[in-house]
Structures are given as C-alpha cells and as structure tokens.
C-alpha cells in the first residue's frame, strides 16, 4: 500500500503536451503546486482540461491491465475468473485441468498466500482506484467544485470509484459482512500517516456516504442525455447509473434492504429493457457438424444488442477480452485451440434451467459435442472435440463484421455492470425483508424476458427453488449470471454456502470441498511488512 499513499507525479491522461493557448506545462512535467496554483488561478477553461483529464481515465484505472504477461492475474476479468473457478457451477473440462495451471485455482491453494502475486493482484487492483479517485478528491474541494457542474460530476465520478473499489477489496479480503468485524484502512486523502484497520460497520459507513454524496452531486451536475445524470458520454463513462447500482449491492451486503430496493428502482427506472432472446448468447448460424458463432450477433459480445449495459468498455482489445472470444471458452487463449481446456457449466445446474428458458440455449446439452471442430484459421482437420455442456453464452468463431476469410475476433465489448444483475438484487432485497409478492414480482419480469416457446416463465412455474421464493432467487443468481464476475464465488461466500464438488455432478473432474472459511483472503504480506498498524 505505501505506494498507493505517495503524492504520485501527476501525469495527464492525454494531455501530452497541451493546447499552446492554455499555456500548460507538458503533462509529465505538471506539479502538484503547479495544479494548485491553476486551481487558484479560477481560470474554468484550464481546470476543466487539467481535472476533466484525470476524471476521464478513471474508469481505466479499474479495466486497464495491472502489467505482466498472465491475464488471469493481471486483469478485472481474469481475477474474476479465477475466483469462478473456486466455485461449483463452472467447471474446466479437458486435459486434467492442469495443462494451464487451473488446479490451483480450482483448488483455491493459490489465495491461501499472502506472497504469491495470484493474490495479490486483488489488492493491487483495490488500491489502484482508491489512490487515482483520492488524486482527483484532494483537488476538489467545496470551494474549487463551487457551483461548476462539470466539477460536481468529476468528484461524483471520483466518489464512485472509491467506494466501488473499497467493496471489491472488502468482498476479497473481508468475511461476509458483520458490522462488528474487520474492516480496512479508511483512506480519504493521498499521502498522511498509515492507517490502522477499521470495523466493517466504519468501513461500510465510509462507503456509504462515498455513496450517497455522489448520487446527489450526479443529480445536481444535470449533465447527461437527459440531463439527468446518466449516460454522461459513453458505455464507460462512470454515472448516476454506477453509483446507484454500488448502493444497491453494498446495501444487499450489509442487510440495509429498504435502501437496496430503492436504489435498485432508481437504475431500472432508467433501464427498463431486458436483452431480447434471439441476442441472448451464441447463436450457431452454421451446421452441427460446422458451427458458426457471430459476434455481432450476441450481445453479451456486442452492446447494439444489449440494452443492460450500465457500464461497460467497446471495441476492447487484448488479453484481457479474450476470456470472451476465445472459441466458447472463457479461459483466455489458453483454450480449445492451443490446449484442448474448455469452460463448461455443471451438469447438476444445466438440469435445473427450464426447458422453456432461452439461457439453456447458451450451452451445449449433455449429449452434443462439435467434433473435429476447426477454428476459421485452420484449415486442416483437427482431432479436437469440444465437450458436452460447453458453454456457449460468449461464444464468438466470427468478429463484429467478420467472415471467414476475415475471422479477427481480438476485440469485443465488455459489460461489467448489467440490468439483470439489479433485478436480482432487488428480489433478494425484498425475500429478505419478508416480501415474497414483490420478490415473485421481480423475477417475474427477468424470467418474462427469458421465456422461449408457448408459455412464459414464472417464479411459481420455473421449478427447482419454486415454492421457496428465497431459493427461486438464489437459481436465478445461479443461472442469469453464470461466468460472469465471480458472482457464484461471492454469493457463495456472503451466503454461507460451502463449495462441494463431488462425482454426483458428472463433469466435475475432482472430489473437492472449498469452505467459506478459506474464500476471504490473507493479507499480502507486504501490506503488512509496510504498516505497523496491522502487526
């Protein structure tokens, strides 16, 4: 952490060397005195540039690559989907699991340590964002921000990465939420004296208000399509959307479900749609025996046809979305094509999605496989044999436009924050604080969405958790959001649920138990070399 807390060069993003009329200082060469001045200067057009340079690279702080050469512990998805594969519903099949090294990760051996950098990473990430947001909060102060709506809408924005990222670290490398617990260290200013760990209740507190502060500034800012506070320019764009959707999950966290359902409304009342079926997932357009997945055609890979996205990265190139458009897997290029591993969905979940319900479209069924399966860049035959109950909700073998003679899929769009998630949140919200009806109510508009063939899909008709409007809810997690952002593995450990492989599910490769008590993580040891207060 000591480098996170260090007054940091003030290195603009894209502000090489500056309008000559502004008068700037290279980029690279700006001062913190030097801003300070600017800032007390009151000139607008010149703060707007210096501050609106930081605001605009915030949400790359959280999406860009940490460096190195292994995207799964080096980017947001590969942590994430690392973490998947602690849990039960997502499953590598092929070469023993271990050509890539996914035992350790199946096992969940790699986030015992406290030195290994497959830890570490989490951590790294976490405080990233809470020292750029904390750069750009120490230059707006109530005075600089005054009555500028564009200032109120960059701290706004700063305000969100904060809190979002103190919840990631406190979901990483804190139990499930008591507020008498371990929190982390609260900092709210770049550099000052180490910290000492808060209460989880202090910590939450603190995130809260992050919160809370934000949304009335987005509000008051009126900048956005509607003036409104949403949709400030683009998918990626930090907004009153984001901010809503962060009150809404740390309230589901912290048991404060009147706020998780109001906050919840906020954001549906401005994303009403659903993605429409014919969208949802990989369509093959070719035969059985020669399948042809287009990307432009799925909107998990293309936002045209997703109307979820709250926010979200286009046209996104490198390791980091190759989780995506490796040929129906989610593991990187470590995939079908070079290694044979292919990411599938327990066969035990697969049985419990209805028949009637297009997301069991998005898998292979238990008695399919594309054999001798050729990647459009080959074109010799191939003895590779892609597995029953492979996943097919991103699969892509076509890029955006793409043919076969033109098959490029480095890029994609990348959705990190989706309607279908708030949806969730607020029917568990509301079977915890005792209203079954409204709880129904909500599923019912996901599953509504969700319904194929003549009847439409109901909390009470769906089967497995039907009669249980709780457990109805806790399938639908399960289901909607199968691979993406961990979200089994998170559930599963605020939930209290033990992860237990065994050979009852008939493609998990391994017997294995992972217990809640080993999914928070340690400490990285350097943290705690650095701050005497955590010895």
């Not at 990187?332 to 999605?353: E, M």
């Amino acid at each position: 952490m000591k480098k996170y807390i260090v007054i940091l060069c003030m290195c603009l993003l894209g502000l090489a060397s500056c309008d000559d009329k502004l008068d700037l200082a290279p980029a690279n060469q700006i001062t913190q005195e030097q801003i300070m001045e600017l800032l007390a200067s009151g000139d607008s057009s010149k703060i707007d540039l210096v501050l609106g340079g930081l605001a605009s690279n915030l949400p790359y702080v959280w999406h860009r690559d940490l460096g190195g050469s292994d995207p799964l512990i080096n980017s947001p998805l590969g942590l994430m989907y690392r973490h998947s594969l602690m849990g039960y519903d997502l499953v590598i099949e092929g070469n023993d699991m271990g050509v890539f090294g996914y035992l350790p990760y199946i096992s969940a051996d790699v986030i015992r340590n406290g030195l290994d950098n497959k830890n570490t990473g989490n951590w790294e990430l976490g405080w990233k964002c809470v020292a750029e947001a904390n750069r750009l909060l120490d230059f707006l102060t109530d005075e600089i921000v005054g009555d500028s709506k564009r200032l109120k809408t960059y701290k706004a924005q700063a305000l969100t990465l904060r809190a979002f990222a103190y919840n990631w670290l406190m979901e990483n490398y804190r139990e499930a939420y008591r507020s008498d617990g371990v929190g982390l260290m609260i900092y709210d200013k770049i550099g000052g004296d180490y910290k000492p760990y808060s209460t989880a209740g202090e910590m939450y507190d603190f995130i809260k208000q992050d919160i809370k502060t934000a949304t009335g500034l987005f509000a008051e800012s009126q900048i956005g399509e509607a003036q409104d506070g949403y949709t400030i320019a683009s998918f990626s764009d930090i907004d009153l959307g984001v901010a809503n959707f962060v009150l809404a999950r740390i309230s589901l966290l912290t048991g404060d479900y009147v706020t998780a359902i109001a906050a919840s409304n906020a954001v549906l009342a401005k994303y009403p749609n659903l993605i429409a079926t014919e969208y949802y997932g990989g369509k093959n357009s070719g035969t059985a025996t020669e399948p042809e997945f287009k990307m432009e055609t799925n909107a998990f890979l293309n936002f045209t046809h997703n109307p979820e996205v709250i926010w979200g990265f286009q046209d996104v190139l490198g390791n980091r979305n190759n989780i995506y458009t490796a040929w129906n897997v989610l593991s990187y290029s470590y995939g079908g094509a070079s290694a044979g591993d292919y990411t599938c969905i327990v066969n035990t979940l697969y049985d419990q999605i209805n028949a009637n319900d297009v997301r069991k479209s998005t898998f292979l069924d238990g008695n399919t496989r594309f054999e001798d399966y050729r990647y459009e860049s080959e074109t010799s035959p191939t003895n590779r044999s892609v597995p029953e109950y492979s996943n097919l909700k991103f699969a892509a073998s076509l890029g955006k436009n793409g043919t076969k003679a033109n098959a490029d899929i480095s890029s994609n769009d990348i959705c990190y924050i989706r309607v279908s998630e708030v949806l969730l949140i607020k029917a568990e919200a509301q079977a915890k604080s005792g209203d079954d009806a409204g709880a129904k109510a909500t599923l019912n508009t996901l599953l509504a969405a969700r319904s194929t063939g003549s009847g439409t899909l109901t909390a009470d008709n769906y089967g497995g958790g039907a009669g249980n409007t709780l457990e109805q809810v806790k399938l639908q997690w399960r289901i909607e959001m199968w691979g993406e952002k961990a979200t089994e593995y998170y559930n599963n450990k605020r939930w209290g649920v033990d992860v237990v492989r065994s050979m009852t599910a008939t493609n998990h490769g391994r017997d294995m138990t992972i217990p809640v008590a080993i999914m928070t993580l340690p400490i990285p040891e350097n943290e705690l070399l650095y701050n005497p207060n955590l010895r």
